[in-house]
Each structure stands twice: as structure tokens, then as C-alpha cells.
């Protein structure tokens, strides 16, 4: 613990404070999340024990690398390596403008860490801009897997509560409890979107109800032809029925066959929509490059 | 950039962890003068305790295989002399419940030990009060022992369970139909979570020796030429069937009484 020296706070995360600090053996800056722990509580948080445990095994480029654990007398610190922004901050910062190669390029890097994740097992459960990172040579890293969970293990159901609002997808906003990998693809997709918009999020929904309308809205209410088992998931609401837009109103600024990614990644029905692997190998990201060139 | 730390020199995996035969032996309680018989017999209590407690705190079954793994990892680190087994067995079913996706209160955990071991001394229903300092020192030695086992296994906490490779090989093998294999298969599997297999052999290797004993007991022949197990994991090794064959054996025979004893209170 003597070897870190904090400088500045950086925020709060879901369970205690991130502060940006450097370790003077090496010089090195990196990133400090504070977990307390104490009697008077339920020991150490299922966030924390769960972003240790899975980010422990996952060691990739596009994947925050998580240092060290250290145990301190009433707290954890977990030790990360360092990023300048979330992807958030990044999009702010560009007001309302990111150029085609840079939204290609974040999209790839993007995809690839959750291949790794999804290759692992893994998932993530809230992809959102808050929890991609952003270094300053323009590598993307994905944080905060104290959502994430291991799917190896037979598990009947999954908890509902995941994924921030507006990067949920229209089967876990339904309420279904059994889901996979496509969840994370359908965020990625919102993001992928929001990123070719200039940073505009695509799905803003004020509750439930509303985000479900407004995903109908785009893409069309689903029905059993489209979604079999779907109706299911519908009976105890009204839904109007809406038809799918075009959709050059919604990614305008995206090329013929960054439109057709998008399409793969947005179907409504999980069984169907794309995996992170056969995104990678879409036309789209011919020619991609790493970063900023 | 500077090389990641090592985490106290754990290898990190997705498998769980094997361990060599030489920690197996040298345990850490037996260097500090317990004897062999003892310690299996305080592995097999906690066991059956966290059974217990999990059925009286309603978690299912994977939780209460996680707990008893991670039971069993700790003390090949640590010595049941120097560390309390109960205290440890609460800890484990309390992370192990979190781990697992159903959490747990620690005041629920608590008082469920409690009361299992009043039933044990026979002593009448009571619930702990919960301001007492009883009550205060139980659970902070539980938070503190939580963060032991954390400290100890290095965070490596996922454990893999046989439970689905003994569905999925049952299906390959056409024996899907068979309740009755399957449920004996199963309670192999349960009943080894008591002894160290885990710590032996791959989750696939377990869920062949369950699958293998629960054939021959019941006259179900398997395709033998080439041995039909070699087809789920090259490393299940005829030998290495055999050895955890007998020692699933040996500590089930050796278990029977005790795993009566328990249920029994549980029950009543």
C-alpha cells in the first residue's frame, strides 16, 4: 500500500471511490478502487468479489488489466491500469462530431474484447460508455465487470436488473431471465450507433415502458413471426404496433455496409441477432485500424 | 509498462485448481501435529454443516458444492488447528452464496450455525439476539474469515461443477431416460464433494468415475472397446478413474454414518 501515492479522485464507481495514483517503485500511473469493508456491513461487496474474480482470468488489449489486489486493514484496493476518459467523456469532448474511422475503429476494438469475454465464458452484462475506457493512443478498454457474470456454470436464471437502461435489450426489458451473449451485442449496438451519431445516444428511455417503445418505434414491434416465443413475453401488456423505420433515419452518417452491421447486431429476437465473432468478420471492418493512425 | 504482480505466485485459470499429491500428503494442520484421522473428520463436519446450513438458508445445491470446495481448497493452506473449522464453514457459505448469485444476510448465516449446533447439543429452539456480543463477535470473525479464504485462494473463487458434464455425458451415452442412473450418478457427486477429489481431478474426470461406479452398480453396461469415457476427456486416464473410484468408495462408506447423523437433525 506504501508504494501508491494517490493524486487526484477520478469518481465514484458503483462500490467506492477511484482515484488516480502512482506507484513509485516503478513510476507507473494507475487507477485505485477503493472498496471499503467493514463488521458493521455484508463483508466484501458481491460487485467487488465478482470484478476481481472474472477480470483476474481475462487478460486481453481490450480489456482493463487488473494489477493487484491489495488488503488493506478495513478496506480492498484493487489496482488497474491507468486510462485517461470513458467513452462517455470522449464523445462529449467531440461535440457532436466523430469522424467514420474512429467509430470503425472503436467499434472493432470494442467487439474484440467482448469475443475474448464471450470466448471466456463470460458476460458482461452492462456495456455502457460510462464503463468503456479510452486511452490516449485511442485503445479501447472495457471495465467494470461488477455486473458481469460467468456462464459456465448450469444456472437456471439470471437476475433481470442488469444492463444500464438505455443499453438493455428488448428480451431482458421483457422480462426474460434466461439470456446469453446477444445481450451484450445489443448494447455494443447501441453504442456503435451512438458513436456514428457524434455521440447522440440512440435508445434514451425515461423507464421501462418508455424504452420499449421507443426500440418498437425503430425497429418495429415484434411479433411471432419475426420472434417466435414472443407473444409470451407480451401477454400481460399492450404494445401499439409500430413498423420498422428505414434505417438511414437512424445511423445516417454510417456507409452501406455499417448500416447492414447495425441491422445484425439491433434483431429483436436474441436467438438471431449476431455474435461478436462473425461481427469482426463483417465487411465493414475491412481495412480497420488499431487506434489513431 | 511494469509486469502485472503476481498474484502470491497463484496460477489463474478458468479450470479449477488441481493440486499436486505432495500438498495433498503434507497438509498444513497435520505439520502442526493433527493427526490425519482428525482432520479428515473436520473436513467432513464442515462439510455437512454447510449442507445443513444451505438447506436451512433455502440456496441451491451449487452454492453448497462452491462452499465445500472452497472449504476444502483453504485448509491445504491453512491449519485447522490455527484457524476455527466452523468459523470457516460459515465464511464459505456465505461468499460461495454470493458467488452463486444468491446472496445471503450474514445475520441469517449466523444464526442458521447457531441453531444447528444447539440441535446438535440438544439443546431447545432460539434465536440468537442480535444485540448481543455473541452475536457481534460471531459475525465479525466471519467477515474477517470471508477475507481470509479470499486472501488465501487469491480471488480464485469460480469453481467448476461435474453436475452438467454428468447430464451432458448421460445424453451422449443414450442414458438420458434413466432416472434412476442419473439421480445415483448425481448423489456419487454430492457425496465426493466431501472428500478431496475436487482438488484431484478435473470436473470431466469426476463425472465420469460418478457415471462409471453408478453403471456398474446398477448392471448397465457401457461401450467398453475403446472405453466409452475416453471419448469425453483425453485425460481421463483408466488408472486415474480407478484411483478416484476407491476413494470415492472409501470416504462414502466412511461418510454414511455421519451424513445420517446431520440429516437426521435437520430433519427433526
Redesign the interface.
Known sequence: MESYEKLVKIGEGTYGTVYKAVNHDTGEIVALKKVRIDDENEGIPSFALREICLLKELKHKNIVMLYDVIHGNKELMIVFEYCDQDLKRYCDACQGKIDPSIVQSFTNQLLQGLAYCHSHHILHRDITPQNILVTGNGDIKLADFGLARNFGIPVKSFSAEVVTLWYRSPDVLLGATLYDTSIDIWSTGCIFAELSNGGQPLLPGKDVADQLKIIFKIFGTPNEQIWPGVSQLMKDKDYPSYNAMSILHVVPNLNQLGCDLFQLMMVLDPSKRCTAEQALQHAYFKGVSEGYT | ??V??E?SGVV???ENTIYPDEKLQETPSQLDGLSKEMETNLRIAGCEYIQAAGILLKL?Q?AMATAQVLYQRYYYSKSFVKYNYEICAMACI??AA????H?R??RDVVNVFYHIRRKLNELPNKVMDYMSNEY?HK??E??KA??RV??EL????????P??CI?TYLKILECNDNTELIQKAWNYMNDSLRTDVFMRYTPETIACACIYLSARQLGIGLPSNPPWYEVFDATTKEMEVYLLIVSVIDSVDMLIYQVKYVVDIIAS
Not at chain 2, 98 to 101: D, G, L, P
Not at chain 2, 154 to 161: A, E, I, R, S
Open positions: 509498462m511494469a502485472p504482480t498474484f489463474l485459470s478458468l441451491p451449487v456465505f461468499l454470493k458467488i452463486e448469485e446472496p444476510r450474514i457481534f459475525k465479525s466471519v467477515i470471508e477475507r479470499l486472501k487469491g480471488f480464485c473463487v469460480h469453481v467448476k461443477h453436475h452438467k447430464v
